[in-house]
């Protein structure tokens, strides 16, 4: 036979003695015989677990009271380890107390926490940036129970603004690096190819009588590249593996590295030492061409039947010195092109990237020229607002598009806005017959006496997350409707330690508790101790998950 449970110290002396009864269903999950009642609490509880947001609730110390399932997607964490936690123990240390200041300044005044920008760590480390608004609530007294919010991941976002403003610096500097390039190619040579290197050659060796030589250049990875070896002496070497580059690190000790090295002439009327295959070579000469202090080449003569002397010297360095400007410059021109195209690629890849991140984000850029009155839009704005691409635009043909009851709003936030200061405001556009929610990030610009001369922004389309928003508000509604005004007891509690977080009037007159007093308490300071054993095993395996519902 149980025992009587002893009365409450908390109870009034003179209270009438309660009747024994079961403890009603409904303390973990009210059953009800209004099916409209279930399966509204149910659409409730599906839309909160299914939101891309956190829901939360927490008291008026900040302790999380209540956190949606989703909490885990954000910050790796189940709720059970979140509740009864201060939030900010999950920030970097110091950004957590400046944050923690700031919400004991708005709690004190009861204000509400509009668009805060907050960095949680993840349970594996990495960084996570939120944005959390919440109200304030309160008891039927009117006492302060703490905040009741939600906080939306803006990581996605905050990366998508940082590609935005990388794409556009990237965009300015390759646009400033193809700029430079076009002012390098006006000096570039008028040789189509490197058949000039031939020519030349075929020129040095009629003036040295020299049967065999080598016109080369070194390249901008500091390798020796010989294109005149295309010609017939190609055919006569029977080295294995020939070829008309040189690498810097397969260099040997010879003649014309040492050249090039000492940048000086290096004359050997000797029989030199040659790879096998190589053609023979009886005497040799080379010299460097140098230009502005640096080895930007060589010219190499070989197997004339008499011995180079000073005279051939001297000839073959003022060649040398006549063709180091114009060699110069063709390297220049030559590195500047693949460098342009290189900038080229980049900048279409960037461009592309761009585009992309716009259309994956749904977020479109647009820049405005208040001295032209000209608007550009990118692709995906032109998308959003439902315009055929290449529309001519102006600040009033935007305008035009803004929902009548926005258009003031717009205005007056565009008036008031500081240039060099980003500012951000949502509103409503029509596109074509349909009504869609934007949010819109602008940073204006002026000149050097103030006046605005325009400005760059984006515009993203967030219709879908309103609608998210309003029906959860709406549910919202319903559920207190239905949890404060119905008629059958009702109450929520937390699934770490089975403390109440809400309880209806219904709830508090059929124990004979005061709100305030039960929300103190957990689910087993009303339960006989006899029954806690039994009704643990059934409540534990609801918050598991290994059960749907309880009944005691």
Not at 47 to 76: H, T, W
Not at 145 to 162: A, N, P
Not at 235 to 262: G, H, M, N, Y
Not at 270 to 296: C, L, S, Y
């Amino acid at each position: 036979m149980k025992k009587t449970r002893p009365k409450s110290k908390n109870s009034r002396q003179d209270s009438p003695p309660e009747k024994k009864r079961k403890v009603p269903p409904g303390i973990c999950r009210p059953v009800s015989d209004d099916n409209s009642l279930e399966e509204g609490s149910k659409k409730y509880r599906d839309i909160i677990e299914n939101l891309e947001d956190i829901i939360f609730a927490v008291d008026p110390a900040g302790r999380v009271q209540y956190v949606s399932p989703n909490i885990e997607k954000f910050l790796g964490y189940r709720p059970d380890e979140i509740i009864g936690e201060i939030p900010v123990r999950h920030m970097p240390p110091e950004e957590g107390r400046l944050k923690y200041v700031l919400f004991v300044n708005l709690a004190s005044r009861h204000k509400k926490i509009k668009s805060l920008e907050l960095t949680g760590i993840h349970k594996d480390g990495r960084l996570v940036t939120m944005e959390a608004n919440a109200a304030p609530y309160f008891s039927q007294d009117g006492t302060f129970l703490g905040y009741r919010g939600v906080c939306r991941d803006t990581t996605e976002r905050r990366c998508m603004e940082e590609q935005l403003r990388a794409g556009r610096q990237k965009l300015m500097q390759s646009v400033k690096d193809l700029e430079l390039m076009n002012g390098i190619a006006r000096i570039l040579l008028t040789s189509p190819d490197d058949h000039m290197y031939s020519v030349v050659l075929r020129a040095v060796l009629t003036v040295t009588q020299s049967p065999l030589g080598v016109f080369g250049y070194i390249d901008e990875n500091g390798d020796v590249v010989a294109p005149s070896l295309t010609q017939d002496v190609w055919d006569k070497c029977r080295i294995e593996d020939k070829s008309i580059r040189f690498p810097r690190d397969a260099w040997t000790d010879t003649v014309w590295v040492r050249a090039i090295l000492q940048k000086r002439t290096i004359i050997s009327n000797q029989r030199g030492n040659v790879p096998h295959g190589h053609i023979p070579i009886e005497r040799v000469m080379v010299t460097p061409i140098v230009f502005q202090d640096r080895a930007i080449g060589y010219l190499k003569v070989a197997n004339r039947p008499s011995d180079y002397n000073a005279n051939d010297q001297a000839l073959l360095e003022r060649i040398a010195g006549f063709i180091a400007p114009a060699l110069d410059a063709r390297l220049q021109r030559d590195f500047e092109g693949r460098k342009r195209k290189v900038a080229e690629e980049a900048l279409k890849t960037s461009q592309l990237d761009l585009k992309h991140g716009q259309a994956v984000a749904r977020t479109g850029s647009w820049r405005l020229d208040l001295v032209r009155n000209e608007l550009s839009w990118s692709d995906e704005a032109y998308k959003i607002f439902d315009v055929p691409k290449g529309t001519a635009l102006n600040y009033e043909s935007f305008l035009s598009r803004v929902h009548p009851d926005d258009r003031e709003i717009v205005k007056r936030k565009w008036a008031e806005a500081v240039p060099g200061e980003i500012y951000e405001m949502e509103f409503r556009i029509l596109s074509g017959d349909t009504v869609k929610w934007v949010r819109g990030r602008t940073d204006l610009e002026s000149d050097e006496g103030g006046n605005m001369r325009g400005g760059f922004g984006t515009v993203q389309d967030i219709t879908e997350s309103k609608r998210i928003e309003e029906s959860l508000r709406e549910s919202e509604e319903r559920f207190r409707s239905i949890f404060h005004k119905g008629a059958v007891p009702m109450a929520v509690v937390a699934a770490m330690n089975s403390r109440f977080i809400l309880v209806n009037s219904v709830y508090c007159e059929m124990l004979g508790y005061p709100e305030a007093e039960l929300l103190r308490m957990s689910f087993y300071d009303i339960t006989h101790p006899d029954d806690i054993p039994v009704n643990k095993v059934g409540i534990d395996a609801v918050f598991s998950g290994t059960r749907d519902s309880f009944r005691m």
